[in-house]
């Protein structure tokens, strides 16, 4: 059974959002999705009646062989490696089940730390609510062990990523407080922002200047950025700017796109900094102005 272009076309956004949370990268993510489009419409799904089904379990698929492909690559980065950050759009019309919309850096970060069947299974319930049997027929393996999959990655997820009801205006109230401090190099200020066990994370990939381990405690945290705001002094701009859809901020060298910051906050405190530096994350970004 064959389907109008239109009709499949309004799956490319969720089929992004899966492919985008399986590989944490744009482009790689777009190329899967391509494929999986190329692969219908040269007959690949002749008969199919669920085409959501079928695109779903192809794209599955093939982030796990791009994931176990990469695998030596990310094992061998150097420093923190932070997803491909998506900059100056909404969360994906995603399903409303929990976790769903978040495209949060956070989250990814949480995500990257999985196995990549077990991030498949747990995708695939999450965000497509998809059914054991369907999981099963994607990943090659029994309805049971597809639900241990899931259980083990929605436990893993929800204690490495604590859920807070924040607010967006909360959530941009403090970004907006923290970059002005940091502008204005005032420590005090920065560290009474941050929570008091906040981490600061920071992708350069061995492409660009960062710590090479995570920073943790806000005074420690707040010395840092004022380090760099000072050894940048006159050079550096911000603009503030939707980062995987929350308020996030977009710094500039000279005029141009140097590094691209998420936040995560409990509407009181930010809990995290996640800063992506390494220029092979920017592209999306390049074409941005100050």
Not at 167 to 185: F, I, T
Not at 266 to 279: A, F, K, T, W
């Amino acid at each position: 059974m064959r389907h109008g272009v239109d009709a499949l076309e309004i799956l490319r956004p969720r089929l992004f959002g899966l492919a985008y949370r399986m590989l944490g990268s744009r482009s790689e993510a777009e190329d899967v999705v391509q494929e999986a489009f190329l692969r219908w419409h040269r007959g690949d799904a002749d008969g199919v009646r669920l085409p959501e089904a079928w695109l779903v379990t192809v794209v599955t698929r093939l982030c796990i062989d791009r994931l176990r492909a990469l695998a030596k690559e990310r094992e061998t980065y150097v420093g923190p490696w932070l997803a491909e950050p998506l900059i100056g759009e909404a969360k994906l019309p995603d399903h409303a089940a929990e976790l769903a919309s978040d495209l949060s850096m956070a989250l990814l970060l949480v995500l990257e730390r999985l196995a990549p069947e077990e991030r498949a299974a747990f995708l695939m319930h999450e965000v497509f609510d998809c059914g054991y049997a369907d999981i099963a027929a994607a990943l090659g393996k029994s309805e049971a062990a597809c639900r241990q999959l899931v259980h083990r990655a929605r436990e893993r997820v929800r204690r490495d990523k604590p859920r807070f009801e924040v607010s967006e205006a909360a959530h941009r109230r403090l970004v907006e407080q923290y970059v002005q401090a940091v502008q204005e190099r005032d420590t005090a200020r920065i560290a009474a922002l941050l929570a008091p066990d906040s981490v600061f994370i920071s992708d350069g990939g061995g492409k660009a200047w960062a710590a090479l381990r995570p920073v943790i405690g806000a005074p420690r945290i707040a010395r840092m950025e004022v380090g760099v705001a000072r050894r940048f002094l006159g050079r550096l701009s911000v603009r503030i700017l939707p980062v995987n859809g929350w308020t996030g901020a977009v710094g500039f060298l000279d005029g141009r796109t140097y590094a691209v910051t998420a936040f995560e906050t409990d509407g009181q405190r930010i809990r995290s900094v996640m800063r992506v530096l390494n220029p092979e994350k920017l592209s999306a970004a390049a074409h941005l102005t100050t």
